[in-house]
């Protein structure tokens, strides 16, 4: 057996693996080990790169940005941040039709830049932006679908997990990346947007426009707040912040928050309904602005961007609870992506060793096949991908074996990113089993079937394609900004 | 008996994810010192080559807790639609196979840190070196917690599938 073979075979039994539901990491580990050994005949070697993996395959500065920016975003998804951002969002844009599916879009693009999870931000915009929506007699699915397809901003606009882990393993700098993201992201916002938009103007119906008789809904809480005014007449909605909903569940991922909301947006002043955007806004501009100013390099900014987000949130009302549970989150989270890092660095020296991935680069162009085909078929495979696996882990599978190929084919690694990024977000909302509609069931439980959001989703699906398309025609949406900026 | 133990466990391992946790927002405040010295011209040394220490170290100690929480990523979309006696025992020979990488890395680990242990060994240059043992140190232990733990919830999956 060649040792190409072998790392066949190991690639083979790595999707076994994982389609039987051993962690992802694991099952990484395991084959490297085992095809290590293989390849070499000597079981000392196999030992030798473990040990060195785990003690060097994440020992630097720049892995530093990780646990920092999961620190400051378990502390902004546990914080009022995504209510204040879509109360202010929605007060500016309370007139405009649709505008609280557009409010949605909007907050999603701010909250974007304090988390890097998309799947953080589809379980909090569950709590906050849907509950207004169907408040508001907006149609299910419209509401849900919003909420799923602008959770994607999440890993677009910067800070990104997605971004970080692409410039860690392709040496493209990570700064660049986040600069990079920008424009696409929203550019995005903007078509989902627009589309909301023109479509509220065929279906008014979906968007609770023509039903000035307010609804069960609007009865129900009216009535609710009614009965809390007479009892507590000088508190401020205490209830409506409660955990009501908490329930455990295979994709409660760190950062989901479980709280049911009910602003009164439209009575509130604006300066009220701006005061809790502004530390937001604040700390999003120093963050991202140091970046791109050149001030901090991502690892400074992550730092800063964590220390911000520890003061912030307290004084925008965080309790000890919430609290502690940011850094019980941050552990859970941080333990497991850089534990699916030593694995996928395990995993891709094995391929290394084994020719493997010489042999997949010139098998692909070998094909023959120009930049813009590949790049095409590539994306096919990650929406495949992504209907299966979360995105960190596709991304560390593909690249490997896919980056060879972009740099042999002279495209820009920095717009392969930002493809890359989409493609995958596309594959997390495409049925059956794209995750970010099971983490949303999981948030609303019975509110909302997987079936509903996936359907509601689709037609941000389809944008997102049609922006895939975009960026094969104009690059620069992509290489512009950081091109302007070097 | 097994929940006595469960538990003894339990403790170990959120106080490992606690000092890992606490670890991860000292290192932000740390990189913010830096930040705020160098602006005013007091720059801390040796920041860099400590950042990326307790990168490693912080991972490790959160690991285990993350493995009792679940929270290691994986792909349920299928098994999860498997009859149950199947996804229990596609379960438990996970939590084995966990059990397996852990003692073939507890044992590598081992070999480095008495090594490093002896030679005292050291990363970084100038002012700050940084012994590389305690590294070293916390992946060995932490990869016999992780072994531990693995072997604790393939038990409590086999008693399931019994029940």
């Given at each position: 057996m060649s040792n190409v073979d072998i790392a066949e075979l190991a690639v083979l039994a790595v999707f076994v693996l994982v389609l039987s539901g051993v962690p992802i990491s694991f099952s990484l580990i395991v084959t490297s080990f085992v095809g290590m050994f293989l390849i070499t005949d000597k079981i000392d070697v196999a030992f030798n790169l473990l040990n060195a993996v785990a003690y060097s395959g994440i020992r630097d500065y720049v892995f530093a940005v990780i646990p920092l920016f999961i620190l400051m975003g378990a502390f902004m998804t546990n914080s009022r941040a995504a209510e204040s951002l879509f109360t202010a969002v929605h007060y500016l844009l309370k007139k405009v039709r649709a505008g609280l599916a557009i409010a949605t879009v909007g907050a999603n693009a701010i909250f974007a830049a304090v988390t890097g999870v998309s799947i953080a931000s589809a379980a909090v915009f569950s709590n906050v932006a849907?509950?207004?929506?169907?408040?508001?007699?907006?149609?299910?699915?419209?509401?849900?679908?919003?909420?799923?397809?602008?959770?994607?901003?999440?890993?677009?606009?910067?800070?990104?997990?997605?971004?970080?882990?692409?410039?860690?393993?392709?040496?493209?700098?990570?700064?660049?990346?986040?600069?990079?993201?920008?424009?696409?992201?929203?550019?995005?916002?903007?078509?989902?947007?627009?589309?909301?938009?023109?479509?509220?103007?065929?279906?008014?119906?979906?968007?609770?426009?023509?039903?000035?008789?307010?609804?069960?809904?609007?009865?129900?809480?009216?009535?609710?707040?009614?009965?809390?005014?007479?009892?507590?007449?000088?508190?401020?909605?205490?209830?409506?912040?409660?955990?009501?909903?908490?329930?455990?569940?295979?994709?409660?991922?760190?950062?989901?928050?479980?709280?049911?909301?009910?602003?009164?947006?439209?009575?509130?002043?604006?300066?009220?309904?701006?005061?809790?955007?502004?530390?937001?806004?604040?700390?999003?501009?120093?963050?991202?602005?140091?970046?791109?100013?050149?001030?901090?390099?991502?690892?400074?900014?992550?730092?800063?961007?964590?220390?911000?987000?520890?003061?912030?949130?307290?004084?925008?009302?965080?309790?000890?609870?919430?609290?502690?549970?940011?850094?019980?989150?941050?552990?859970?989270?941080?333990?497991?992506?850089?534990?699916?890092?030593?694995?996928?660095?395990?995993?891709?020296?094995?391929?290394?060793?084994?020719?493997?991935?010489?042999?997949?680069?010139?098998?692909?162009?070998?094909?023959?096949?120009?930049?813009?085909?590949?790049?095409?078929?590539?994306?096919?495979?990650?929406?495949?991908?992504?209907?299966?696996?979360?995105?960190?882990?596709?991304?560390?599978?593909?690249?490997?074996?896919?980056?060879?190929?972009?740099?042999?084919?002279?495209?820009?690694?920095?717009?392969?990113?930002?493809?890359?990024?989409?493609?995958?977000?596309?594959?997390?909302?495409?049925?059956?089993?794209?995750?970010?509609?099971?983490?949303?069931?999981?948030?609303?439980?019975?509110?909302?079937?997987?079936?509903?959001?996936?359907?509601?989703?689709?037609?941000?699906v389809l944008i997102m394609l049609a922006f895939i398309v975009l960026l094969l025609l104009f690059p620069g949406l992509a290489t512009w900004l950081p091109e302007l900026l070097r | 008996m097994l929940a006595r133990i469960d538990r003894l466990v339990s403790i170990v391992s959120v106080v490992f994810a606690s000092l890992g946790a606490a670890l991860i927002g000292l290192l932000a405040l740390t990189v913010v010192a830096d930040v705020v010295g160098r602006q005013i011209g007091v720059p801390v040394t040796g920041i860099v080559e400590m950042a990326a220490q307790t990168v490693v170290i912080s991972a490790f100690l959160t690991i285990p807790y993350v493995m009792r929480r679940g929270g290691h990523i994986r792909a349920t979309v299928l098994v999860s639609r498997t009859p149950p006696v199947v996804r229990k025992t596609l379960e438990a020979l996970a939590y084995i196979i966990g059990a397996i990488i852990f003692a073939l890395l507890a044992y590598a680990a081992w070999e480095a840190f008495t090594e490093d242990f002896v030679k005292a060994s050291y990363e970084g240059e100038g002012a700050l070196r940084i012994p590389t043992w305690p590294t070293r140190l916390t992946i060995f232990l932490a990869s016999i917690l992780m072994i531990i733990e693995s072997l604790l919830a393939a038990t409590k999956t086999f008693f399931e599938v019994k029940k």
């Open positions: 849907f509950p207004q929506m169907q408040r508001y007699g907006y149609s299910k699915r419209m509401s849900l679908g919003v909420v799923a397809g602008s959770s994607i901003l999440g890993m677009l606009i910067p800070p990104s997990l997605l971004m970080i882990l692409y410039g860690i393993l392709t040496q493209v700098s990570i700064g660049k990346m986040f600069i990079a993201g920008l424009v696409p992201g929203i550019v995005l916002a903007l078509m989902f947007s627009t589309y909301l938009f023109i479509s509220s103007l065929f279906r008014p119906d979906k968007y609770g426009i023509e039903s000035p008789k307010p609804n069960r809904f609007v009865l129900k809480a009216q009535k609710k707040t009614a009965a809390r005014k007479l009892k507590h007449p000088d508190q401020n909605d205490p209830d409506e912040f409660s955990d009501q909903n908490e329930r455990p569940s295979k994709l409660s991922l760190p950062g989901m928050m479980t709280q049911t909301i009910a602003i009164q947006t439209v009575e509130m002043s604006f300066g009220r309904a701006m005061l809790g955007a502004v530390p937001i806004v604040a700390l999003v501009a120093l963050v991202i602005g140091g970046i791109w100013g050149g001030l901090f390099s991502p690892t400074e900014a992550s730092a800063v961007g964590a220390v911000g987000a520890m003061i912030i949130a307290p004084l925008m009302g965080m309790d000890w609870k919430k609290f502690m549970k940011s850094f019980q989150q941050t552990a859970i989270s941080v333990g497991g992506i850089l534990l699916l890092l030593i694995a996928a660095s395990f995993f891709s020296r094995m391929l290394a060793a084994s020719g493997f991935i010489n042999q997949v680069s010139s098998f692909i162009q070998g094909l023959d096949f120009g930049p813009i085909a590949l790049v095409i078929i590539f994306i096919l495979i990650l929406i495949v991908m992504g209907t299966i696996l979360d995105s960190s882990s596709i991304l560390l599978l593909a690249i490997p074996l896919m980056f060879p190929s972009v740099l042999a084919l002279g495209i820009d690694p920095v717009w392969f990113g930002i493809v890359f990024i989409i493609a995958v977000e596309v594959g997390l909302l495409t049925p059956p089993f794209g995750m970010v509609p099971f983490a949303m069931n999981a948030t609303l439980g019975k509110r909302a079937s997987v079936e509903d959001i996936f359907a509601g989703s689709f037609p941000f | -």
